[in-house]
């Protein structure tokens, strides 16, 4: 244990776990963004990973209805039933497989899912592997049990996919659980069918070895394509966790809604977790999960017409800047540019263009060691808002 000194002199004894725990960059880089405008400075934030639209007016009355109808206590610590059943039809409309209600936890936000699956797994001795450039909280909540987190390099060369011949040859007699996100944060990066194909094709040799896959960005998905989830392999079925959420999908960040696809060996164990967590999910926020997913979803079409016209701004205005390159992101909301070019790291350029330039957005080097040599854009803000953000950088970097 760590020994914190009072300034009274008493002491106190805290857990060394503690002490490795990460943060995620996004929110320190929008404090600082907060502090800066309060004293009066203009700030263009491009760094917050959150749709700028509001959620839906009939998902917003539903939670009113429930509300007024009286769901004021708790629910099962799994979710209510029907709004579990509506997670398995959209699974089946979206991802055409077939899912057991009972096997879906019903979370506070995307990020339980992933923590859990991370305790469940990760022990001293463990290995756990996560993409890099990847979500921080993954890395984090991998050290924070004291197993080793091993990084996937995500490569710009490959569209910020990874190889599956990479990964296979990085499973160890410890590699306990695989963590792959597609569409990724920050990078945008989409792994290809045929990535996927191979990957599951090599865990043949490796039954012991748990996946779990992160696909809140799965509706986000630009040019036509179809989105490639790995809940379409029933041969990793029985160690397959699935993360998704309505978040990112219909702008409902702060509502904390987030839902996990269990294999039957564990489903026990993470609603276990939940009980012992954060006893079940706000009532009425439930019920608005399930005019999510059984309402009207054009409001989820415009968002994505709307995204994809940002994506085509900022590409364009990013490879116009000096020392910038980008390539096109095939998923999600976020633009990485390489910024080699201009001779500086991540972390100084971040830190020079908000302070100088008035511009938030995020150090490549906030997602692991893969990610020097870029920064994240999210294109959740207004073309206005993206325009006039590059225009500042150009003035920045001429200068």
């Not at 201009?342 to 997602?367: C, H, M, P, W, Y």
């Not at 893969?370 to 953000?389: K, M």
């Amino acid at each position: 244990m760590i020994r914190r000194r009072f300034e009274e002199g008493e002491e106190m004894r805290i857990a060394a776990c503690m002490h490795r725990l990460g943060t995620e960059s996004a929110f320190e880089v929008l404090a600082r963004a907060v502090r800066l405008q309060a004293q009066g400075k203009s700030i263009v934030n491009l760094g917050i990973g959150q749709p700028d639209f509001p959620t839906p007016p009939h998902i917003v009355e539903a939670a009113i209805k429930a509300l007024r109808d009286g769901h004021h206590g708790y629910t099962p610590a799994n979710g209510i039933l029907k709004l579990r059943e509506a997670v398995a039809a959209d699974m089946h409309r979206h991802r055409n497989v077939i899912v057991d209600p009972d096997q879906i936890l019903v979370v506070p936000g995307g990020k339980v899912t992933m923590f859990f699956a991370i305790q469940m797994f990760g022990e001293a001795g463990a290995e756990i592997m996560y993409p890099d450039p990847g979500f921080p909280i993954y890395r984090s909540a991998i050290e924070f049990t004291g197993a080793k987190a091993v990084p996937i390099p995500l490569l710009e060369e490959k569209g910020f996919s990874f190889s599956a011949e990479d990964v296979l040859g990085r499973i160890t007699p410890a590699t306990r659980l695989i963590i792959v996100n597609s569409p990724a944060n920050p990078t945008g990066g989409v792994v290809p069918k045929e990535e996927l194909d191979r990957l599951v094709e090599g865990l043949r040799a490796h039954p012991e070895v748990a996946i779990m896959s992160d696909e809140i960005y799965a509706r986000m998905v630009y040019d036509g394509q179809p989105h490639a989830s790995l809940t379409a392999y029933p041969e990793i079925q029985d160690r397959l966790i699935l993360l998704d959420g309505w978040s990112k999908t219909y702008a409902m960040t702060g509502w904390r809604m987030g839902w996990g696809v269990w294999p039957k060996p564990l489903i026990d164990l993470a609603t276990r977790l939940a009980i012992n967590v954060h006893s079940c999910v706000n009532a009425s926020a439930q019920y608005a999960g399930i005019a999510a997913l059984e309402g009207p979803q054009d409001s989820v079409d415009m968002m994505m017409a709307a995204f994809a016209e940002r994506r085509k701004v900022i590409v364009e205005r990013l490879n116009q800047l000096p020392g910038f390159s980008c390539v096109n992101p095939g998923g999600a909301f976020y633009a990485f540019p390489n910024i080699t070019g201009t001779g500086k790291s991540s972390r100084v350029l971040q830190d020079e263009i908000l302070n100088e330039a008035g511009v938030a957005l995020i150090s490549g080097t906030s997602f692991g060691i893969h990610g020097e040599g870029y920064l994240r854009f999210s294109y959740a803000a207004s073309v206005e808002a993206i325009e006039e953000a590059c225009a500042r950088i150009q003035r920045y970097l001429d200068r």
